[in-house]
DNA sequence: ACAATAGAAGATATTTTTATCTTTTATTAA
DNA sequence: TTAATAAAAGATAAAAATATCTTCTATTGT
């Protein structure tokens, strides 16, 4: 469904939201320990969501990753957006470059329906709503 | 949603099913020009939706690719749980290989229920359906 | 100012996916 | 039974995704 890279996105961006009340900040190494990623990897993803504005960055001893108290209400759907592009909302399934609703594949009005699903539960599924479960070890975001 | 490969498998076995009525065959050439596809890529898909049952062939001189008349009660689920594995029906939307219904990621139940939408939709969606529509120039395979 | 820390940036490497090329085998029609 | 046809199979190539490495820059605490 997601790219590897948008999947580490994902967890990176939850795992931030949850680690860093107060102001306080997180670091690469941790995040990469944090959500079983590559640390380079997701070194590089991060960057991309920092230039975007979603994740907030410093430099230096005490430095590290943030979210800014209004980032918690972005969604899931914005952080696919930027990694994956929105294919996976406007794409047709077949992968047909012309599929549209005047000259559509077999399956286009199918796939409509759930893509539309797929995009409204990620646009609802907001940074910061994620972070009880995850403190009272309800849910998960590595081997647990 | 789907690879690439899958993706080329749909629209092949959508095709094969649309042209092959009365038991006549067709070729690969044809297929991959009825598709947009890469001629020597969708050969090779065919060749193992055939080791797997669901399509025929045969060699020679009016030779090609057909279907039996069973298979045209196949569903889109049976040759993406071939081409790309039953990941998308299964697997964990974050990646994580230790999600679970007892070790659940931040969003399995969410994700939980869209995939099974998806799978609902692909089960229910049989080549047959779609010979009508394309041989009426409702719905297309390539540009249109 | 200086040494240490940590992210940014760019280059490189590996793996997987997608695509192509060549040779072999089965089938047909003459 | 031979020449032509078309799929099967295996090898190779190109492109994209994933992962790693190295150097540079900003920030901090002393």
Redesign the interface.
């Known amino acids: 469904?997601?790219s590897?890279t948008c999947?580490?996105a994902?967890?990176a961006m939850?795992y931030i939201a949850q680690q860093t009340r107060n102001g306080s900040r997180v670091g690469i190494r941790q995040i990469a320990a944090g959500i079983?990623s590559p640390e380079h990897f997701i070194a590089k993803i991060l960057q991309e969501l920092s230039r975007k504005g979603l994740v907030e960055s410093m430099k230096g001893p005490t430095g590290g990753f943030y979210l800014e108290e209004a980032s918690l209400n972005r969604s899931?759907a914005d952080i696919v957006k930027i990694v994956d592009g929105d294919q996976?909302f406007l794409g047709c399934?077949?992968?047909?470059?012309?599929?549209s609703e005047t000259?559509?594949?077999?399956?286009?009005f199918?796939?409509k329906?759930?893509r539309k699903?797929?995009q409204t539960?990620l646009e609802n599924?907001k940074l910061g709503e994620?972070i009880e479960?995850?403190d009272r070890n309800?849910?998960?975001?590595?081997?647990?």
Chains 1, 2 share one sequence.
Not at 93 to 99: A, E, R, S, Y
Not at 103 to 108: A, E, T
């Open positions: 469904m997601f590897k999947e580490y994902i967890r939850i079983d899931l996976l399934g077949l992968g047909l470059k012309q599929c000259n559509p594949c077999p399956i286009h199918k796939f329906k759930v699903e797929i539960m599924a994620f479960k995850l309800e849910t998960f975001l590595r081997r647990g």
